[in-house]
């Protein structure tokens, strides 16, 4: 069971658009996580959230963690071809149990 | 630090065979998980442990594979026999518990070939 639906799955953009990415669950989560994934690679953390509603930014990449704590987006400003990888949301649950999500992969075109 | 490391790096065998993947995780980070990433199941949480003890393996997929953490530094993932539905890459990652949530860090991935 997938409890960490992301979407869109592949997104191709052109340099300097903006874009966002959704993570979703019907679950609670206790902390929620970005990642980003480039090939060949492992996974890198991004951000994590915590608390209902917070926001965080990362110079041009802005986290938000839901109300209810099941959802997140990542949204992205002027996206630059070093953007491109596989973007990943991991939640955990109350009980410590990790989950990642199907994932997002974005291309920027330059 | 170095980081996560993981070998081999690339490992091809024939059906049948046995297949043993390493992990060396952060030093001082008291959490290990091994995760297989599909391009049809995405990153799977196969099993994870907590001081060298096996917390959660309900994601392994079958008796065929057996993690083991012998010690704090080094831990093996391991495959008995390999099938070619085996074929993934395997990442290993470690964590401490900061501020109430892991914060993972992944090795590069060994990227096993089942033939």
């Known amino acids: 069971t997938q409890l960490l639906e992301q979407s869109p799955q592949f997104l191709s953009i052109q340099e300097g658009e903006n874009l966002t990415v959704y993570c979703n669950s019907s679950s609670v989560f206790s902390s929620l996580q970005w990642y980003r994934q480039e090939p060949g690679e492992g996974p890198v953390l991004l951000v994590t959230?915590?608390?209902?509603?917070e926001v965080k930014k990362l110079k041009r990449l802005t986290f938000q963690f839901g109300d209810a704590r099941k959802d997140s987006s990542l949204h992205i400003t002027a996206a630059q071809t070093g953007d491109t990888g596989l973007y990943l949301c991991a939640g955990a649950s109350p009980g410590n149990q990790f989950y990642f999500g199907t994932g997002t992969s974005l291309t920027v075109i330059p | 630090d170095a980081g996560v490391i993981q070998s081999p790096r690339h490992e091809v065998t024939e059906m049948g065979q046995e297949v043993t993947l390493r992990c060396k995780p952060i030093s001082g980070h008291d959490y290990l998980f091994w995760y297989r990433q599909t391009m049809m199941r995405g990153l799977e949480l196969l099993i994870y442990f907590n001081n060298n003890v096996p917390i959660d393996d309900s994601g392994m997929p079958e008796d065929r594979f057996s993690a083991k953490m012998p010690n704090a530094s080094f831990s093996t993932l391991k495959i008995q026999p390999s099938e070619p539905r085996d074929s993934a890459v395997y990442f290993c990652a470690s964590s401490e518990l900061a501020g109430g949530h892991y914060e993972q860090f992944f090795g590069p991935g060994t990227r096993l070939t089942v033939l």
């Open positions: 959230v915590v608390t209902g509603g």
